[in-house]
């Protein structure tokens, strides 16, 4: 499964139109010395649905769902520990579900928690 979210990555970073960067593929800043601060490179938020749509395959399980969240929800605002986003294909919007016990929700704030 690492091994194909790896792959889905490198697939990804090929298509600048969905917005992924890797960390370490953003641009420096520039300037040395202890003053120089380093700017901070924005990451494009991306649209989830297009990035599922550009996969061949979609996860099944939620360790497949875990392992893409870097690729898929690429610039989006961070979940509390635990937590992770999933694609409901039947609402057509991402949902939140808690890794430690199957809690699932459709609300943010929630999976903030």
Known sequence: RNAAAVKIKELLLGIPQLGYYEP???PEASGTG???EKKEEKV??????????E???WPVSTDGWAALQDVVWAGHPPLAQGWIRV??????????YRMADGKT???F???QR
């Open 24 to 26: 370490e593929h953003l």
């Open 34 to 36: 202890q003053g120089a």
């Open 44 to 53: 494009v938020k991306t649209d989830p649905l297009e990035v599922l749509r």
């Open 55 to 57: 996969l061949k395959d």
């Open 87 to 96: 694609w409901s294909r039947s609402r057509e919007r991402e949902y939140y």
């Open 105 to 107: 929700s459709y609300v």
């Open 109 to 111: 704030s929630e999976a």
